[in-house]
């Protein structure tokens, strides 16, 4: 059965029943989208099926023959970052990182709708579980990229990134 | 290969509704697969052991389109193509999960689901109870034309193909609170009129979608939403699950129903 | 020095959003096993019979493991700590909890290794299961633990204890005493990733153990107990965990992973399903907490007796250590002279409990924050007010004896209450963490104030449990 994953083709021989999750895993060796679930339920094995986004963990590979796979491995290009990859590097929307593959999938399908606003953002990413950040930093990486509000695609972690803070806040009455 | 439970099946993937039929033939030990939002779990947890599958998700069986004065919806139809559908089908399918499933999750699959161990499922069920959904499948003896009603009372053992459904005068729903996108609906209440007739059907008080005939015949007979309300219970005995007591949606459903017919007026 | 004060970048950021962050079950060996457990359908029950024979001779099958295997089974996490084994790797004469590990199967897939578990003959003899912790201990009760309901290991008591001045005085003179329960839950960590590890026996005679865990040098140390094998015969490689908090410091699966590689000679892994991480790893405990305070009309808590039952499960796992913990903050962030504190650990026929964020400390703070407002409420009292009055201040002592030399209570009330917009009168928005002086220092509480200037932490004459000295 052909497949085409971030744009290599590829003859694959898993059993056509084999979830496109295993398929990605086990058989191409993609592991950006996690097993968190297996059941549809947690997001974290979002890819894009043509260009949608889709739980592998739900699809079938006999359903999905001949069809484009988009994985975040096929996001940047070379070193450089996305607009929604850039934005949550940016804003901290990632801790452990195990649901952040499944995540930047689904924002990557909103955000190429133009701008989105809060609600839109909960709505589109509701199926997504994270038990790190508390959603906020996400729910703000993806209204940034939605606003192409990110400083570019270059290494944020470059020496001349770093900037002073502004005064740390004190505490009231707290010993010097 | 890891993770692949699907090795010993027969797969057959349609590429046309009668490819699909062909495929089905009486139905006997044969898994129809749509969206998979169902089957798919099931199979990679051991719980259904598939010996011949036929998906239609590439079958030609999707779409929406208006036929004499009705709507009719091919089976694998996605939710997320029916969020926007007649009231209160439409309500019914975008309450279900979140954007990602519903593109996957579709009409037939929906209408067919097994009873949930744990859960309620099937949402757009009662949708259809109220819109007099006719159901149009493939199977044994053929191709043949049924109430949902009928479908739901003896489930199983046919390919559904489209299902039509009425244009209502009026359209109405009443939920119990969904908190988030995982949880499920826990009963809801829809209510249609539809050519004068008021219908009224529930999800999530028993493993399937039951229409409220006591309610529906108080309605005809003139009493007011809260009276109608009364009649609640003749038709169904909720059960306990693991998201709600059947105490708590016996006391819950009448409330519903009165707060649906309100609506509907 | 320019980093301090800086907004660094996450230095894991650029690989967490290109996919490239590696956790246990991204890594590939070829010709890895998967692993699946036969595990007890039963609260609690004695193992009759346990036949893997016919497993054994399965397409795919390369290794099963019983408690057989294990050179050393029954091994304590916190013997180091003084809390004595209980708790077999593999089940042995009884199962006490509905998912314990009984076998386990290392085969060239999980279907295979789910096939060869369901062919494994097991019998049991059903016993009644034990799941209130309220009357767990009671006299006549059920027990199934060797050593009873309850842990014996504190010391010589079977409870840990904290005893400080006269409690029973304070509750002859207090105007109010107020009564509360509180029953905080079990709670399921659900980290995104499962417990998972994988195994690689190495040329050398050496294991490389991929794992999950959030403490690697102890997880090593419990995989070489049970081994009876040399720290250095194992390497461990952590990682990037996909989030823990506090329940994969168990080495879930590490050791059976071991074992089963040591017999099939080739790498194993065992990745929980999700249905297992809910079901069967370990949880936060549920508690039972009651508390009794002995307090005056305007605002001062002389006296507190506590009762609390922490359920640890089938086995002491780190219980122990969690209820010392919750008895070291009985009195929250608040200076209270007279205790009585009883801390039960009670075993009960559920998954063991562990660590989560806050181990032991969070339970005694959501009893004791809720008691406060009950106080307030009962005394008719502004709840900042009660807290700021009874906070703790330098030179105050804890129920251990603790010298609070830098306690931050009264600034972050008053922030706290800033932030809700309260206002407070005037004399207690001027309150600080200095010593008690004048109207903060009632004769009640000169007694339990470290003289001046002794600002160093002390244990002061109290024993290994807490007790009066």
Request: with cysteine.
């Given at each position: 059965m052909e497949l085409t994953v971030n744009g290599v083709r590829h003859d694959v021989f898993s059993p056509p029943l084999t979830t496109l999750l295993n398929v990605l895993r086990e058989e191409l060796l993609v592991t950006s989208p996690k097993a968190g679930c297996e059941q549809g339920g947690c997001g974290a094995c979002t890819v894009h099926v043509d260009g949608r986004p889709r739980r592998a963990c739900l699809v079938p590979l006999a359903a999905v023959e001949g069809a484009e796979i988009t994985t975040?491995?096929?996001?940047?290009?070379g070193d450089d970052l996305s607009v929604v990859q850039a934005a949550f590097h940016e804003h901290y929307a990632a801790q452990c990182g195990f649901c952040t593959s499944g995540f930047v999938m689904a924002a990557e399908a909103l955000v190429a709708g133009g701008e989105a606003g809060r609600d839109e953002i909960i709505e589109a990413l509701s199926g997504h579980v994270c038990r790190?950040?508390?959603y906020a930093k996400i729910i703000d990486a993806v209204g940034a990229a939605s606003r192409g509000e990110v400083s570019g695609a270059e290494d944020p972690a470059a020496p001349d990134r770093l900037s002073p803070a502004d005064e740390p806040v004190k505490v009231k009455g707290s010993p010097a | 290969m890891g993770g692949s439970p699907f090795g010993a099946a027969e797969v057959v993937v349609a590429a046309s509704p009668q490819e699909a039929i062909d495929a089905f033939g009486?139905?006997?030990g044969v898994t129809v697969l749509a969206g998979g939002t169902i089957v798919v779990p099931d199979v990679t947890y051991g719980r259904l052991d598939a010996r011949k599958v036929v998906l239609?998700?590439?079958?030609?069986l999707s779409g929406v389109r208006s036929e004499g004065g009705r709507t009719v919806i091919g089976a694998g139809t996605t939710l997320a193509e029916l969020e926007d559908a007649v009231e209160p089908l439409g309500t019914c399918a975008r309450r279900v999960a979140d954007p990602e499933i519903r593109e996957q999750a579709t009409l037939g699959g929906n209408l067919c689901a097994p009873p949930g161990a744990e859960s309620p499922r099937g949402d757009l069920q009662a949708g259809l109870l109220v819109l007099d959904a006719q159901v149009r499948s493939a199977g044994a003896g053929g191709e043949r034309t049924e109430s949902v009603e009928d479908v739901l009372a003896s489930p199983g053992g046919r390919l559904v193909l489209d299902v039509s459904v009425a244009e209502p005068e009026a359209a109405a729903t009443a939920t119990v609170r969904r908190p988030h996108a995982h949880a499920y609906t826990v009963m809801r209440v829809c209510a249609a009129r539809v050519a004068g007739e008021v219908r009224v059907a529930v999800s999530g008080a028993g493993p399937r979608a039951v229409r409220l005939r006591a309610v529906e015949a108080a309605v005809a007979g003139g009493a007011d939403a809260e009276s109608a309300a009364g009649h609640a219970l003749e038709d169904v005995t909720p059960q306990d699950d693991a998201l709600a007591s059947g105490w708590y949606r016996g006391k819950v459903l009448p409330v519903l129903v009165r707060d649906a017919l309100t609506k509907i007026g | 020095m320019k980093a301090i004060g800086a907004r660094l970048p996450r230095y894991d950021g650029v690989a967490h959003v290109s996919g490239r962050t590696q956790y246990v079950d991204d890594v590939r060996v070829p010709g890895t096993l998967w692993v699946k457990a036969l595990r007890s359908p039963h609260h609690s029950a004695l193992i009759r019979s346990l036949d893997t024979s016919k497993a054994e001779g399965m397409t795919g099958v390369h290794a099963i493991v019983t408690h057989k295997d294990v050179p050393h089974n029954v091994y304590g996490h916190l013997e180091a700590l003084g809390v004595p084994a209980d708790e077999p790797l593999l089940a042995q004469d009884d199962v006490r909890w509905k998912g314990q590990v009984i076998a386990a199967v290392a085969a060239t897939s999980p279907e295979a290794a789910q096939a060869a578990v369901d062919a494994i003959k097991v019998s049991f003899e059903e016993r009644t299961p034990v799941l209130d912790i309220r009357t767990a201990a009671d006299p006549g009760a059920d027990t199934f633990h060797q050593w009873g309901a309850l842990y014996p290991h504190f010391g010589p008591y079977n409870h840990r204890r904290v005893r400080k001045g006269d409690v029973e005085a304070a509750f002859e003179e207090a105007d109010h005493i107020v009564e509360g329960a509180y029953r905080p839950q079990a709670i399921e960590h659900v980290p995104l990733e499962t417990q998972v590890s994988l195994v690689v026996p190495e040329a050398s005679g050496r294991l490389t153990i991929y794992s999950c865990t959030q403490a690697m040098y102890f997880s090593m140390g419990v995989v070489a107990a049970h081994l009876k094998w040399p720290l250095n015969k194992l390497k461990f490689v952590g990682g990037t965990?996909?989030?823990?908090?506090?329940?994969?410091?168990?080495?879930?699966t590490e050791t059976i992973c071991a074992l089963l590689a040591i017999k099939a000679k080739r790498p194993v892994k065992w990745r929980f399903t999700r249905e297992e991480e809910f079901l069967c790893s370990s949880t936060r405990a549920p508690w039972h907490v009651e508390i009794r305070d002995a307090v005056t009309d305007d605002g001062w808590i002389r006296g507190r007796r506590m009762l609390t039952l922490h359920d640890a499960g089938a086995y002491a796992r780190f219980s122990p250590y969690g209820l010392t913990k919750h008895a070291f903050h009985h009195t929250g962030a608040y200076t209270i002279p007279n205790l009585r504190f009883d801390g039960f650990v009670v075993f009960t026929n559920r998954v063991p409990t562990t660590a989560m964020r806050g181990f032991g400390v969070t339970s005694v703070s959501l009893a004791t924050e809720l008691h406060l407002s009950r106080v307030a409420k009962v005394i008719g009292m502004d709840p900042f007010e009660l807290r700021l009055k009874n906070a703790n201040r330098i030179g105050d002592t804890t129920g251990n004896r603790v010298v609070m030399h830098d306690p931050s209570t009264v600034p972050v009330t008053l922030a706290a209450a800033e932030a809700a917009g309260i206002e407070l009168a005037a004399d207690y928005r001027a309150?600080?963490?200095?010593?008690?002086?004048?109207?903060?220092?009632p004769e009640h509480l000169v007694g339990q104030q470290a003289p001046d200037g002794e600002h160093l932490a002390t244990f002061r004459g109290t024993d290994a449990n807490g007790g009066a000295s």
């Open positions: 975040v491995e096929g996001l940047s290009d790190c950040t508390g | 009486d139905g006997d239609i998700g590439r079958a030609g | 965990v996909g989030g823990g908090f506090g329940g994969k410091v168990d080495t879930a309150m600080t963490s200095d010593r008690r002086t004048g109207d903060l220092l």
